[in-house]
């Protein structure tokens, strides 16, 4: 059998016209080459001398806040905000485990709105079955919560959030999410910046 290199050479030409593809212009990103570049994330032995130095400090304070203060809560919902829990899970787990046992006895201490929502949801949120019974007392006669709260911009903002924990039948976290919700919207002309931006 003999090869024909006529034939070849056809095939070619036929197969490089059919390879032939239009140029398409394309307007320049822009992005530029911004997101090309590569950011090396290896830190140095000083920045990793000095996080570890930072995560001890805030396990010291952690370590020295009373567990029963709200003081204590609101470190623990900080840190967790920041996304940094992580590095402090034991020692958020103990002061939480501390704070369920004694739940009952310091919400029912507590007159606070925004100190009995905070330690609700962050319990709810590890895990913990906490009864919303502890929210009664900001309740009035006719079932609904004391207008008097509306004040408390700090502490609805707690009760709204502690309401997106809630399960099937908790009337009361139901009334909470529609009394929280609905004034803060209406407040949100009054807010400060810092609360605002939590809103």
Not at 167 to 193: D, H, Q
Request: include cysteine; glycine fraction near 4%; aromatic fraction near 10%.
């Amino acid at each position: 059998m003999e090869f024909d290199s006529s034939h070849s050479s056809i095939l070619i030409k036929k197969v490089d016209q059919d390879d032939v593809r239009r140029s398409i212009k394309y307007h320049p990103s822009v992005w530029g080459d911004y997101f090309l570049a590569y950011v090396s994330t290896e830190i140095s032995a000083t920045e990793e001398e000095e996080l570890r130095r930072q995560k001890e400090m805030v396990r010291k304070v952690l370590a020295q806040t009373p567990d029963h203060s709200y003081h204590k809560l609101e470190l623990i919902d900080a840190i967790q905000r920041l996304g940094i829990g992580y590095h402090f899970e034991e020692e958020i787990g103990k002061s939480l485990h501390y704070i369920h046992d004694t739940y009952l006895e310091y919400s029912s201490k507590d007159n606070d709105l925004r100190t009995v929502a905070l330690r609700f949801r962050l319990l709810r949120q590890h895990g913990y079955p906490v009864s919303c019974d502890v929210l009664n007392k900001f309740i009035d006669g006719e079932r609904n919560f004391k207008v008097s709260l509306i004040k408390n911009l700090e502490g609805m903002l707690e009760l709204f959030e502690a309401a997106q924990f809630r399960i099937a039948e908790e009337e009361i976290l139901e009334k909470a999410l529609e009394f929280s919700s609905s004034n803060l919207e209406s407040s949100l002309s009054n807010m400060n910046s810092s609360l605002l931006t939590q809103v």
